[in-house]
């Protein structure tokens, strides 16, 4: 784009004053033309790098061949510091001289001379390379050794030393000798404009780089080192963590602790009560064709017979295998001796068996609501399980069994109700006093789901739990270690248990169409008759039929029983003596 000026290159100012030294221009006339381009005196692929000037040393000027510029420059005399004059532009062409043109005004150039040579004012021309940047340094301390001259790099990392300087043709000596310069400094260093980053200017040493690789060997090796270096430490950490956790720390933590002391318990704590009770207790494994079950039983005297439920060892029928575990963990074979549905008692013996402990039996009717008792037994087969409560009230009638449907396996109890829990397993257990006595037989739970229920069921306890009072238990194992059968106390009449009302009713015909009343029997010889509704027994109410059998088996054969009741709506009272049947 031609914006109007020149486009060959401008004209530059190398006046440089010396001091102590007259510097003489030369005058202004019309001949000193400015404005006319100047070309360089060298070729154009020659750059030149004239050295720096310093301070009062005369400058020599650049021979100028013929052939190449129409420059000519002042002879230099030697009695005058050399001062170039401004050069103008000669004509390619001799020409007829010309009118005598008017003179041209002076030209002033564009900056004051600069008497500290500082570029770009003073410094080479934009063909020559950049002259040297000199940066400071702080000087070292005295006595402090100074390292050799960084020389540099020219861009392909290679040292770069001082550039040569070409002379395209012979350069008149200077007219003096020039003063001497100071010595440089190393300190000062070179600067490569067209080389890459390397290092500060003014840090001494090798440049980054010029090692040929091995700063990347160093610097691989001291990753590989810093690497090897973290998995030692996070090893160590780890181990020392780890023993830190498992042990507590690094020392020994030992916690205050009591000293082990006798053992010894109060007698009539459930400890005590438990430690004097469990060596007569024992558990039962009973197997037969088409069951099994386990219970618990105790020892009633030295030859060997173990008091527990019917329901226990009723799946071993006529041909299973019983197995008595003691507390000790022995364990022996036994056979049934007796059995009783309508009691629901049993006894088994053991042979071969010394050392036994017979567990003292104690009596129930000397049991009052609220005493503490213990029940030991073998809940859902966990062997010599002990737990306490009270009792919760005396004479409660249950019925358990009935699974055959005929009612032949039905027991009726008069029993003792506890809240020492007792499960599917305790079955047969002793329910123990304060002074480790029987005092019941435990028999059957109250169910929330199922009812009144024997321990062959799986309901769990729920603080509703029967035994048999002792004194019944007692009786009835005699009879079955004497004579293998138990006797029944009965009143000789039958009931009609579909009656709803209030009392037990006394039916109008008997089983297989015989009378109600069996003639001659207690009942009649009482004066008791069909449709008669016994309403009390020893001036306790009943209210079922159920409940009139529990009142009655809770007597032995023989005695005698105040009997109140209703006929045709008038109350009457008799007395009848209690006679006796065999149970099965």
Known sequence: MDDGKPTGPKAKWWSRPTPGHTTTSAPESAAAAVDAPVEDARPADTPAR?????????????????????????????????????????PAAPAPAPAAPAPAPAVKPLHEPDEYSTPPYGGPGPWAPAPPVQRPVPTPAYGTPVPAPYAGTNGADMPAGPAPVPTPGPVPAPAFPPPPQPPQSTHWLQYDPWGGYRQPLTQPGRPLGSDGGRGKDRRGSLLVGALLLALVAGGIGGGIGAYIERNGGLTTVELPQAAKNSGGRAPDSVAGIAASALPSVVTLHVSGTTESG??????LDNEGHILTNNHVVAPAGSSGDITVTFSGGETASAEIVGKDSGYDLAVVKVKGVSGLKPLPLGNSDNVQVGDP?????????????????????????????????????????DALQTDAPINPGNSGGPLVDTDAHVIGINSAIRAADSGSTTEGGQAGSIGLGFAIPINQ????????????????????????????????????????????????????????????????????????????????????????????????????????????????
């Open 50 to 90: 004239p050295e720096p000037v310093a301070p009062g040393q005369p400058v020599a000027p650049e021979p100028v061949t013929p052939a190449q510029s129409s420059i000519t420059p002042e002879p230099v005399t030697p009695a005058q510091p050399v001062a170039p004059e401004p050069v103008a532009q000669a």
């Open 294 to 299: 386990t219970g618990t039983g105790f020892v």
């Open 373 to 413: 008792v213990v029940a030991i037994g073998a809940p859902f087969d966990l062997s010599n399980t002990v737990t306490s409560g009270i009792i919760s009230a005396k004479d409660r009638p249950i019925t358990a069994g009935g699974e055959k449907g005929d009612g032949s396996d039905i027991s009726y109890v």
């Open 473 to 584: 238990g007692k009786r009835v194992a005699e009879e079955l270690i004497n004579t293998g059968k138990a006797t029944h106390p009965v009143i000789g009449v039958t009931l009609d248990m579909k009656y709803t009302g209030d009392g037990a009713k006394v039916g109008a015909k008997g089983a297989g169409g015989k009378p109600a009343v069996t003639p001659g029997g207690p009942g009649a010889k009482a004066g008791i008759k069909p449709g008669d509704i016994i309403t009390e027994v020893d001036g306790q109410r009943v209210h079922s039929g159920e409940e009139l059998i529990v009142k009655i088996r809770a007597h032995r054969p023989g005695d005698r029983l105040d009997l109140g009741l209703t006929r045709s709506g008038k109350d009457l009272s008799m007395t009848l003596t209690l006679g006796s049947a065999t149970g099965t």
